[in-house]
């Protein structure tokens, strides 16, 4: 897992390659590579995962083995696509393989979908704008509490070991996001074990 | 933003003329300006249409009971701990997910896997020495008794049996392994036991955290049997966690956490059981049930009943079979009936699939004479043997079982049996076994289907070419669960929609906790997990 800035690529199919060479009679390889499998927007940072693979075989075998692969969810897209094509006499079936990448710095792995592709629509917001200067005329909204980040600090705080303190931090982000207002500010101002015990009572 | 309502004309608009180019353009206009609201004026005229189906190859899969539209991509058998560690390690650096099972004879959707699935059967199935070097002092290790996931239960009672110990309670087949039974909230009979989970004293779970490298723990209850500074210098690899919280989640997870490597569960002095199985009237028996099952346990006269119930009328009476055990000193004599003893699958199972396809109103009968046949008395039989079904399990038959309050399970009954008969008069559609009643001891594991309540486990084994069984085995699910607040079997036939988990289970949210900590990015999320809404937000 790396992180990659400014990446270069196109969200055309900008070519592909074709291997027609097969090691017995009768069979042949098609290789096809693609920058992306979705336009991407270069100029943003962006997190590239280690590669996934589908595959299928049949006549549908190119997007079988997309839709096999495409099995991660919170990322925003694949990079560097090889779809390989295998037919022989009777068979064809292809291997997709690409690197998951999602925008932003957050390196939190991605969570495998076990059920097929959702049917809801999904928004791919535009380009970031920068925001408008204030007037000073309009009070700028308030940042929402990070409970995220707070429950990471807060967790080792009350307990230990790599479970129980995972246990901590999952209860502390489900009460926190209930906008339990005391609770955020509780876990907010807790530094140490004793405050942060104090937080946990009721 | 578009209304609902302007969404619903403009599909109305093109339904009625779907021809016309500018109405179309409405719909996509405005679908583009407000997608979430196209996509439920679409759901609520019909509901959207699954994913495009693609011509792909599948190639299903099929071990015992379970089954898979396509065979998993990878099928791994670890001959040891570092095995599996190493073909987890290779499935989450693949990306993909992983299920263990015993040895497929659950009937449910909780071993599907697309990914890596791990036959725990062929190779990890060794009965272990437990370490009584990382025990606490005051633990008494020789009622322990440790075994790797895909022992079953006759590997671990042939064990136990010749150094004089027993498990305290079993299911009735022996090729089923303990974990895998545990894990899908697998019981015995007996009012005074719980079901296998409440029996573990610990578990050895290998899954993968969130940085997709594979961890082991040792999960126990809060005052566990381990102390925790031997532990933690013995096997610095492992963590212990003694937390009743996640053990009670772990105890019956379905192999969502991880895949249970081995576990350590307490067991007994050897013991045999003296078996009594008499047909009666229902009617006959009902009255009797309160009695018969606050009647069992240690120092009482049963060990456990059993009743097995033909639902449908014969001379004008519902008939049963009512099955009584007791412990015994007395040695091994006598035998079981020859339906118990060698009635297998053969003669019955092709003499009813005859008149099921012939004449189906013949099915009561034939299923009286069938109870007739299990009938004796005074048995006496090894533990092992006395707590198995004996032949009967090797019925081709697809099962599924619903646990409801022990609590006037007669009226209970009664109710069911006019269920089954209305089905079978208004729809032709029959139960081909007989449906049996099972006493369990409310459990502590959140998901087992005895948390928190006595409970009577009704299971409706049907035999595989019956007419319209699944129908009727869902059929069964929604009448005990709207009426009784019925819990599926979670290793039988199960279409339970998630929406209904809450209700049944108080603690889904605590259950829930350690499904996000030890399962943090859905290595071991299947069609089970999705079915159930685990990860649902």
Redesign the interface.
């Known amino acids: 897992m790396h992180e990659r800035k400014g990446r270069h690529v196109g969200w055309m199919v900008f070519g592909w390659a074709v291997a027609a060479v097969g090691c017995a009679p009768h069979t042949y390889t098609h290789v096809t590579v693609l920058p992306s499998l979705r336009p991407v927007d270069a100029a943003r940072p962006m997190v590239v995962f280690s590669q996934v693979q589908g595959k299928a075989c049949g006549s549908d075998a190119v997007l079988g083995a997309i839709r096999d692969m495409k099995r991660l969810n919170d990322i925003d897209g694949y990079l560097e696509v090889v779809v390989d094509e295998t037919f022989t006499r009777n068979q064809h079936c292809a291997q997709a393989t690409a690197y998951p990448f999602r925008y932003g710095t957050s390196t939190s792995t991605p969570v495998i979908r076990a059920g097929d592709e959702g049917r809801d629509p999904v928004v791919v917001p535009g380009a970031l704008v920068p925001a408008p200067v204030s007037s000073g005329e309009v009070p700028p909204v308030a940042a929402l509490f990070d409970c995220s980040q707070a429950c990471q600090r807060f967790a080792p705080l009350v307990e230990t070991g790599t479970v129980k303190t995972a246990l901590a931090r999952d209860r502390c982000e489900q009460r926190c996001k209930q906008a339990d207002v005391a609770f955020q500010k509780c876990i907010e101002r807790a530094h140490e074990t004793v405050t942060a015990k104090a937080c946990l009572t009721p | 933003m578009p209304t609902n309502l302007q969404h619903k004309q403009a599909i109305d608009d093109l339904l009625a003329e779907p021809t016309s180019r500018p109405k179309a353009e409405r719909v996509f206009e405005l679908?583009r300006e407000d997608?979430?609201g196209?996509?439920q004026a679409h759901e609520e005229v019909a509901p959207?249409p699954?994913?495009l189906p693609?011509?792909?190859?599948r190639r299903p899969f099929r071990r015992n009971n379970l089954f898979m539209s396509d065979t998993p991509?990878n099928i791994a058998v670890p001959e040891n701990r570092a095995d599996l560690v190493a073909i987890l390690q290779r499935a989450a650096?693949?990306?993909?997910?992983a299920k263990a099972i015993g040895d497929g004879y659950g009937f449910a959707n909780t071993g599907e896997t697309?990914g890596y699935l791990i036959p725990m059967v062929d190779k990890l199935n060794r009965i272990l020495q437990v370490d009584r070097t990382v025990l606490k002092a005051s633990v008494d290790g020789s009622n322990l008794c440790q075994f790797e996931a895909g022992a079953t239960l006759g590997n671990i009672t042939d064990y136990l049996w010749k150094r004089g110990k027993a498990v305290f309670n079993q299911p009735g087949y022996e090729n089923l392994t303990f974990v895998g039974t545990m894990s899908s909230g697998g019981h015995g009979s007996g009012s005074w036991c719980g079901p296998l989970s409440e029996h573990a004293r610990a578990l050895h779970i290998v899954s993968v955290?969130?940085?997709?490298r594979v961890?082991e723990?040792q999960i126990e209850h809060s005052d566990g049997i381990s102390d925790p500074a031997k532990f933690a210098a013995k096997y610095p690899g492992i963590?212990?966690?003694q937390?009743d919280?996640?053990f009670h989640a772990c105890a019956v997870s379905m192999g969502c956490f991880g895949v249970i490597y081995s576990a350590t569960i307490e067991v007994r002095d050897a013991y045999n059981i003296r078996e009594t199985r008499r047909k009666f009237r229902f009617s006959e028996v009902k009255p009797r049930l309160g009695e018969l099952v606050a009647d069992q346990g240690p120092g009482k006269r049963l060990h456990s009943i059993e009743v097995w119930i033909n639902p449908y009328e014969v001379d004008g009476d519902v008939w049963c079979v009512l099955g009584e055990r007791s412990e015994t000193e007395d040695p091994p004599r006598g035998q079981r009936a020859f339906a118990i003893e060698y009635g297998g699958p053969e003669f019955f199972y092709r003499l009813l699939s005859w008149w099921l396809a012939q004449e189906p109103s013949a099915v009561p009968v034939i299923m009286d004479v069938a109870l007739s046949a299990t009938q004796a008395s005074d048995v006496v039989l090894t533990a092992p043997k006395g707590l198995n079904f004996g032949a009967t399990n090797l019925a081709p038959v697809t099962a599924c079982s619903c646990g409801v309050p022990s609590e006037n399970i007669g009226d209970l009954a009664d109710d069911l049996i006019a269920f089954f008969q209305r089905r079978a008069k208004e729809e032709t559609a029959y139960v081909t076994s007989p449906v049996g009643l099972r006493f369990v001891k409310a459990a502590k594991a959140f998901l087992s289907p005895a948390f928190e309540r006595d409970t009577c486990m009704i299971e409706v084994p049907t035999l595989l070419g019956t007419p319209k069984a699944r129908e009727t085995l869902k059929a069964y699910h929604d009448f005990l669960f709207e009426k009784y607040e019925g819990r599926p079997h979670w290793g039988q036939v199960n279409d339970m929609p998630g929406d209904r988990l809450a209700t049944l289970y108080p603690s889904l949210d605590v259950f829930l906790?350690?499904f996000?900590?030890?399962n943090?990015?859905?290595?071991f999320?299947?069609?089970f997990?999705?079915q159930m809404g685990f990860?649902r937000p």
């Open positions: 679908a997608p979430g196209a996509q959207a699954a994913l693609l011509d792909i190859e991509k650096d693949a990306w993909l997910g697309r955290d969130a940085d997709r961890v723990f963590e212990l966690v937390d919280r996640v906790e350690s996000r900590v030890l943090p990015k859905g290595f999320d299947n069609a997990t999705e990860r």
